[in-house]
């Protein structure tokens, strides 16, 4: 995953605005074709700038750490 600026929501620094997708995310850390799903991206339609929620962030650190319990749902909060 590219590392990427972090904010939650809200206007690029560009100036532009960010719009809100799902996206699925490889994460070899979860197994062989690991991934996580359904993982809420926003991403500025001036210059493609992609951010990502702090909980999520928090979230892969922790599978990471090898903590593969849960899901990414009800983490952002
Ligand atoms: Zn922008």
């Known amino acids: ?10 206007q690029c620094p560009c ?3 960010f719009a ?3 996206i ?6 979860l197994g062989p074709g690991g991934a996580l799903e ?3 991206e926003s991403r500025c ?3 493609g700038t992609r951010v990502y929620q702090a909980a999520l962030l928090r979230r892969i ?3 990471m750490r090898g903590d593969t319990r849960g ?4 983490a952002t909060t």
């Open 71 to 74: 899901s990414i749902a009800g």
């Open 38 to 40: 359904d993982v809420p």
């Open 1 to 10: 995953m590219p590392r990427s600026t972090v904010l939650d929501t809200g």
């Open 15 to 17: 100036g532009g605005t």
């Open 20 to 22: 809100s997708r799902l």
């Open 45 to 47: 339609g001036d210059c």
């Open 61 to 63: 650190e922790s599978i």
């Open 24 to 29: 699925t995310v490889p994460l070899n850390a």
